[in-house]
C-alpha cells in the first residue's frame, strides 16, 4: 500500500524495508501570517543522480500562546508589574513584551505532555548597562531552567526541559529582576 507513485515529478513512496540509509532530523520554525490558515510544506532535491529518502514529517503548534506578543495584547501571559505588549521593537511581527523597570515579568501556564523533552526559545534584548532578561521554565516537575539575555540587540536564549512522568504543564516566563530601564522579549516558542 506505500508503493503509490506520486504524480509529481520523480517522487515516489517506497516502503522501507531494509533500514539501511541514515535519516537526519530537520526541524524549521514559521509563524503563519494574521490571516493565513494553510501553508505547504516540501521536500525538495534540486539535483543530483542518487535518491533520497524523506519520512515522519509533522507539524507540531507550539503550546505557548501569543509567543510572538502579534495578538496585541498579554492575554494569556500574566503580567506582573510594568509588563506589558507594545507595538515597538518588534523582533518580528509588530509586537512585542516591554519589561519595564523591575522586579517585572510575564508567564503563561502551557499545556505539556509528561515524561517529554522539549526546548523552551526566546529573543531577548536590554537596555544599555540593564541586568540581564531571564527566559526561563518552572513547574514541570524538574529544576526551574532559565537562560539570561543581556545584549542590547535581540538575542537568542534557550533551555531545554524534560517533563516529570506525571506532569502535564509548566509555567514558562521572561523576568527582568531590576534596572530603570526597559528590555524586550519575542518570539517564545516551545518545540519538541
Ligand atoms: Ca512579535
Same mark, same amino acid.
Request: without cysteine; glycine residues 10%.
Given at each position: 500500500?506505500?508503493?503509490?507513485?506520486?504524480?509529481?515529478?520523480?517522487?515516489?513512496?517506497?516502503?522501507?524495508?531494509?533500514?539501511?540509509?541514515?535519516?537526519?532530523?530537520?526541524?524549521?520554525?514559521?509563524?503563519?501570517?494574521?490571516?493565513?490558515?494553510?501553508?505547504?510544506?516540501?521536500?525538495?532535491?534540486?539535483?543530483?543522480?542518487?535518491?533520497?529518502?524523506?519520512?515522519?514529517?509533522?507539524?507540531?503548534?507550539?503550546?505557548?500562546?501569543?509567543?510572538?506578543?502579534?495578538?496585541?495584547?498579554?492575554?494569556?501571559?500574566?503580567?506582573?508589574?510594568?509588563?506589558?505588549?507594545?507595538?515597538?521593537?518588534? *523582533?518580528?511581527?509588530?509586537?512585542?513584551?516591554?519589561?519595564?523597570?523591575?522586579?517585572?515579568s510575564?508567564e503563561q501556564v502551557v499545556?505539556l505532555?509528561?515524561?517529554?523533552?522539549y526546548t523552551l526559545?526566546g529573543?531577548?534584548?536590554?537596555?544599555?548597562?540593564?541586568?540581564p532578561v531571564h527566559i526561563g521554565v518552572k513547574n514541570f516537575g524538574g529544576t526551574e531552567q532559565f537562560v539570561s539575555?543581556?545584549?542590547?540587540?535581540?538575542?537568542?536564549g534557550s533551555v531545554t526541559f524534560t517533563t516529570g512522568?506525571?506532569n502535564?504543564s509548566a509555567t514558562i516566563y521572561a523576568y527582568?529582576p531590576?534596572?530603570?530601564?526597559?528590555?524586550?522579549?519575542?518570539?517564545?516558542?516551545i518545540? *519538541?
Amino acid at each position: 500500500m506505500f508503493n503509490k507513485i506520486l504524480s509529481l515529478f520523480k517522487s515516489t513512496i517506497v516502503k522501507d524495508t531494509k533500514q539501511t540509509s541514515k535519516k537526519t532530523k530537520g526541524t524549521v520554525t514559521f509563524t503563519t501570517g494574521a490571516a493565513n490558515t494553510t501553508a505547504t510544506i516540501y521536500l525538495y532535491k534540486p539535483s543530483g543522480t542518487t535518491i533520497a529518502y524523506g519520512d515522519d514529517f509533522t507539524i507540531l503548534r507550539s503550546p505557548a500562546s501569543n509567543g510572538g506578543f502579534e495578538n496585541g495584547s498579554l492575554s494569556p501571559w500574566y503580567g506582573w508589574n510594568a509588563a506589558t505588549v507594545v507595538n515597538a521593537q518588534a *523582533r518580528t511581527g509588530s509586537y512585542a513584551l516591554q519589561l519595564a523597570g523591575g522586579s517585572v515579568s510575564a508567564e503563561q501556564v502551557v499545556t505539556l505532555s509528561p515524561n517529554t523533552t522539549y526546548t523552551l526559545t526566546g529573543y531577548a534584548k536590554t537596555g544599555n548597562s540593564s541586568p540581564p532578561v531571564h527566559i526561563g521554565v518552572k513547574n514541570f516537575g524538574g529544576t526551574e531552567q532559565f537562560v539570561s539575555i543581556s545584549s542590547t540587540s535581540y538575542t537568542q536564549g534557550s533551555v531545554t526541559f524534560t517533563t516529570g512522568s506525571t506532569n502535564t504543564s509548566a509555567t514558562i516566563y521572561a523576568y527582568k529582576p531590576s534596572g530603570a530601564t526597559s528590555a524586550y522579549v519575542d518570539d517564545i516558542i516551545i518545540t *519538541r
